[in-house]
């Protein structure tokens, strides 16, 4: 196309070119029956019609490369986008395939092993624990799909209902130490009022528990977490903090988006999905809540939701 409106340009001036030849030979062979001014005027009017035809072309061309490159801006931007998009949905999809596959094949070799051998009632109770903790985690997962599915098409109906925050997190802190016994998690809360915010209850306790398996997913087993709960400037905050590796200023404007994980799916070793970090966010904006992470000293991630009325 930018060639197209080259040869276009070139071919016009060319022609202007020719036109002022010919009106200028005009002039010449009526030049004995005009006088000195006329003739002038005549050169000067066939020099400015050629100025003016010039500076039109110079004007329609530029404002069509314009155009066009702004168009085309805008297509690689869409196009660069969409190369992102797919290239999340596919490691969002082989994650997922991971995250069902592993509990999956625990839960059935342990149904197998209680159906074609006599265990003992400690190892038979084991593998019964065992089982139901990857079937929560399955139904973890599935209901973290379904929920940030149905919240793209969330309206005012959420906001209908309340909940207590200190009621909520002490119940989503004893879930999840259900689940991961051997992680320690220290609650500490200042909050001597019962604080109701806007939500039921289970969604509240999808964000809480998702701050919380994150923090466990990305530090260290020895390594405790805390979940707080306390008053700032007089606005109810909750606070999960961990000591892992932390999270970098680029990654910070990158985590909550949507698939969004970091590194590759084939060397990774976190287990997720990149729903986690979106439900939240998605669920604290919805309310019109804060959510903010920060780094943890001497090392980690601070994930802060404040509550405001």
């Known amino acids: 196309m930018i060639s197209a409106i080259v040869f276009w340009g070139y071919s016009l001036q060319k022609k202007s070119k020719e036109i002022y030849l010919l009106?200028?030979?005009?002039?010449?062979?009526?030049?004995?029956?005009?006088?000195?001014?006329s003739?002038?005027?005549?050169?000067?009017?066939?020099?400015?019609?050629?100025?003016?035809?010039?500076?039109?072309?110079?004007?329609?061309?530029?404002?069509?490369?314009?155009?066009?490159?702004?168009?085309?801006?805008?297509?690689?931007?869409?196009?660069?986008k969409q190369i992102q998009l797919t290239k999340l949905q596919r490691n969002f999809m082989m994650s997922v395939t991971h995250e069902l596959k592993t509990p999956l094949a625990g839960v059935i070799l342990n149904l197998q092993t209680l159906l074609r051998r006599k265990v003992?009632?400690?190892?038979?109770?084991?593998?019964?624990?065992t089982s139901e903790r990857e079937a929560k985690r399955l139904s973890s997962l599935c209901n973290n799909i379904l929920v940030s599915t149905q919240l793209e098409d969330a309206g005012k109906k959420l906001y209908?209902?309340?909940?207590?925050?200190?009621?909520?997190?002490?119940q989503s802190a004893e879930d999840f130490m259900e689940t991961i016994e051997q992680r320690e998690l220290k609650m500490d809360s200042s909050l001597k009022?019962?604080?109701?915010?806007?939500?039921?209850?289970?969604?509240?306790?999808l964000v809480v528990s998702n701050l919380l398996?994150?923090?466990?997913?990305?530090?260290?087993?020895k390594e405790p977490i805390e979940l707080k709960l306390f008053l700032k400037q007089g606005k109810p905050v909750l606070q999960v903090l961990d000591q892992g590796l932390g999270v970098s200023d680029k990654e910070k404007k990158l985590i909550f988006d949507?698939?969004?994980?970091?590194?590759?799916e084939n060397t990774r070793k976190?287990?997720?999905?990149?729903?986690?970090?979106?439900?939240?966010?998605?669920?604290?904006?919805?309310?019109?809540?804060?959510?903010?992470?920060?780094?943890?000293?001497?090392?980690?991630?601070?994930?802060e939701i404040t509550f405001k009325h």
């Open 23 to 37: 009106e200028k030979e005009v002039i010449e062979l009526k030049r004995n029956d005009l006088s000195a001014a």
């Open 270 to 303: 976190s287990q997720g999905t990149g729903i986690g970090l979106y439900l939240v966010k998605k669920v604290v904006q919805l309310f019109k809540y804060d959510i903010a992470v920060r780094n943890n000293v001497p090392q980690g991630s601070i994930f």
């Open 120 to 129: 003992e009632p400690e190892v038979q109770t084991k593998l019964i624990k």
């Open 213 to 221: 398996q994150n923090a466990h997913k990305y530090s260290d087993l």
């Open 160 to 170: 209908q209902s309340e909940c207590d925050l200190s009621e909520m997190a002490m």
């Open 39 to 80: 003739y002038k005027q005549g050169i000067f009017d066939a020099t400015d019609k050629k100025r003016r035809r010039t500076m039109q072309y110079w004007g329609e061309g530029g404002t069509f490369l314009l155009i066009i490159l702004i168009s085309a801006f805008f297509v690689y931007r869409a196009f660069h």
């Open 258 to 264: 949507k698939f969004y994980r970091i590194g590759n």
């Open 193 to 205: 009022q019962v604080v109701k915010i806007k939500g039921d209850a289970s969604l509240w306790h």
